[in-house]
């Protein structure tokens, strides 16, 4: 059983170029979130998906970022016009639905991140 | 947004010590509670998930006080191994069977054990 899935592991894109990260949740999640971690700094929430919906994108900056969590496929994080301040470690993590009165078991799993530097 | 508050430390402890930090949250109607732990440039791991009873695995100790908001990780012992980042994971929203409800993360206690 494949934990959560995250590629490129690493990224190098020049500013002005697109970078597209792509998050596999583990199998039986359909709850997937993206953080970015910038050096020396905590996780910083950006959005928050549930299949072909987007369910809080509070943490997302207005501009240059989209997020979908098609049907089917993976997640994608698409950074348009990259610039120095992009670079960071982006990390997905995938949880179950929570249904019924059993809400144990929801916790959320991480992929290993995606660490893009642009040059 | 809902919001969950950690002193970022560091906490500097010598080995075999004991080393509590507490997490603070500020929506009531949060579900549910975990502590996960962050090695250096790694991705954040589940340390394990906080019961309105309190639990304990091993040298770790989690409990709730729902009263006054708040959860709190006590390690026992301490190893050079424990030396991480602490972080503080709460989920929100009121039951609704399957609603939009999700995590909120702290921005981690950074715990450093020392010989």
């Known amino acids: 059983n494949a934990g959560v899935m995250q590629n490129p592991r690493h990224l190098v894109r020049r500013r002005g170029q697109e970078a597209r990260l792509r998050c596999s949740p583990m199998k039986g999640h359909s709850h997937v979130y993206w953080y970015r971690q910038l050096p020396e700094e905590g996780l910083k929430f950006m959005v928050y998906?549930?299949?072909?919906?987007?369910?809080?994108e509070s943490g997302m900056p207005k501009e240059r970022f989209s997020a979908e969590f098609p049907k089917e496929g993976p997640s994608i994080l698409r950074i348009q016009q990259v610039v120095r301040g992009d670079s960071a470690a982006y990390f997905c993590a995938s949880s179950r639905i929570r249904e019924g009165i059993n809400r144990d078991n929801t916790e959320a799993f991480f992929g290993q991140g995606t660490r893009l530097t642009v040059v | 947004r809902k919001e969950v508050e950690q002193d970022p430390g560091p906490f500097n402890v010598p080995e075999g010590a004991t080393v509590a930090f507490n997490c603070t949250y500020s929506?009531?109607?949060?579900?549910?509670f975990f502590w996960y732990r962050q090695d250096c440039r790694k991705e954040p791991k589940l340390l394990m998930s906080?019961?309105?009873s309190g639990n304990e695995d091993g040298r770790f100790t989690a409990q709730l006080n729902r009263a006054s908001q708040y959860i709190s990780l006590l390690i026992r012992d301490s190893k050079l191994s424990d030396s991480a980042t602490y972080l503080c994971?709460?989920?929100?929203?009121?039951?609704?069977?399957?609603?939009?409800?999700?995590?909120?993360f702290g921005k981690g206690t950074h715990l450093i054990i020392q010989p």
């Open positions: 998906l549930q299949k072909e919906n987007i369910i809080d």
């Open positions: 906080v019961y309105s």
């Open positions: 929506n009531s109607a949060s579900q549910s």
């Open positions: 994971v709460v989920a929100w929203g009121p039951y609704s069977g399957g609603g939009a409800d999700g995590l909120t």
